[in-house]
């Protein structure tokens, strides 16, 4: 392993911001990950690890070791009749990996077909898309104490999950690097989830029979995905820029009389509330500022328009939104990105 100084990040960010760390290695074994652990804690630097950079922002120059998880490996844990219990190493691409699982036809993670990023990153926000997360399939991860280096296993209930939540953006943040993720998928009898609209829209373009197979929703899943959201490879941006906020059934009901298009989704904490409305709402949606736009089809995604966007730049955009849609709305939006 090889540590580098004065590395830019440009490829390791999708929103192709211009930003440098102070020192970058790129890890392919657990003796790496340590080394470079190590590393950090002798001299003193604060350590920020990196999967695909498709949920992070640099707001700045990063003064410390950027660790890029490249540990790779798919393997079957266990497997039944119907069952199967299958694992992957962080640093493999998420969507490469569901793709290998449905030429297994291994079922559950069709509908998550192209998010970006990598495997070791799927429990840390508990990755979703088209009525699934990945709490719906996930068995456990392996994890390393970035103190004690002990190698630990988080089973499903101690990941804690939420909407875009799990323990390691609360109480383990900063403490485990995840190394493994193990999921557990079906063989037969695949639960097919295709009750969003969209993708019974795609499906019936695509004149599939019903019920579909899962690389049928895959395909449908991929489709739409193509059609809505920007590439990264062609224009930066991270996805979904903010939560969707929950607020109480009250407040909800006030809004509506207030607001009478808005629609919400009742969840066990109140009535969740689609962001990319509020902010379409609030006059962003297409808008650009400097560098820096809301997308024309999709509001909850910033985009680095012109390429030429500073992680500042970006940063001081999202700002704007929030104030805006917290003066028209009075309510707060939360990041869903990861600000550095
Ligand atoms: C076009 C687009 C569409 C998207 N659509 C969706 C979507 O539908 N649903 C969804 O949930 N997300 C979506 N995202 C967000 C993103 O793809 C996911 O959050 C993904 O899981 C991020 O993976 P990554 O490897 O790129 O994470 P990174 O950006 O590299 O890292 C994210 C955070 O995790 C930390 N981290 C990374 N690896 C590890 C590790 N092994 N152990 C501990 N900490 C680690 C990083 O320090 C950082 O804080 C989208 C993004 C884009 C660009």
Known sequence: ?????????????????KVNARYFA???????????????KENNLPLLFLGGGSNILFAQDF?????????????????????????????ENWHEFVQYCLRNNYGGLENLSLIPGNVGTSPIQNIGAYGVEIKDVFHSCTVLHLSTFALETFTLPQC??????????????????????????????????VDYGAIQN?????????????????RAVVAIRESKLPNPKLIGNAG???????????????LKLRFPTISGYANEKGVKIAAGWLIEQAGWKGKQIGNV????????????????????????????????????????LEREVNIV
């Open 160 to 193: 804690n999950f939420g909407y875009r939540d799990s323990v390691f953006k609360n109480v383990g943040k900063g403490k485990y690097v995840i190394m493994e993720v193990t999921y557990r998928l079906t063989k037969n009898n695949h639960a097919i989830r």
């Open 202 to 218: 795609e499906l019936a373009k695509m004149g599939v029979g019903t019920p579909p197979s899962i690389q049928e929703v895959s």
């Open 26 to 40: 790129v890890v392919q074994s657990l003796e790496d990950l340590q080394s470079a652990i190590l590393f950090a």
């Open 63 to 91: 003064a410390g070791l950027v660790v890029q998880l490249n540990l790779k490996g798919i393997a079957i844990v266990s497997q039944g009749e119907d069952e199967v219990l299958i694992s992957a190493q962080a640093g």
């Open 240 to 254: 979904s820029f903010f939560k969707n906020p929950t607020v109480d059934i009250q407040f909800f009901n006030d």
């Open 293 to 332: 736009a809301c997308h024309h089809l999709q509001a909850l995604v910033i985009i680095n328009k012109t390429g030429r966007a500073s992680g500042k730049e970006i940063y001081d955009f999202s700002e704007k939104i929030i104030q805006s849609v917290k003066e028209k709305f009075s309510i707060v």
């Open 1 to 17: 392993m090889t540590i580098q100084e004065n590395f830019s990040l440009l490829s390791y960010n999708t929103f192709g911001v």
